[in-house]
């Protein structure tokens, strides 16, 4: 049950991110550096995801 949350965390911060850089592209114009940047981001996100579920297992 933990491992699906994990998961779902890892999707939902990824995709939201995707959302909000996409939202962004027509003012930056950059492709190439917005994927390098996208790719970080779900990277960081990644591990702010596991992070976070490493934090509720502690609370709960």
Do not use: Q, W, Y
Request: one cysteine or more.
């Amino acid at each position: 049950m933990r491992k699906i949350t994990t998961i779902f965390f890892r999707l939902l911060f990824a995709t939201i991110t995707i959302f909000i850089i996409n939202a962004f592209e027509p003012l930056t114009h950059i492709n190439l550096s917005l994927n390098i940047f996208n790719i970080l981001m779900i990277s960081i996100f990644d591990v702010f995801g596991v992070a976070l579920c490493i934090v509720l297992k502690f609370i709960l």
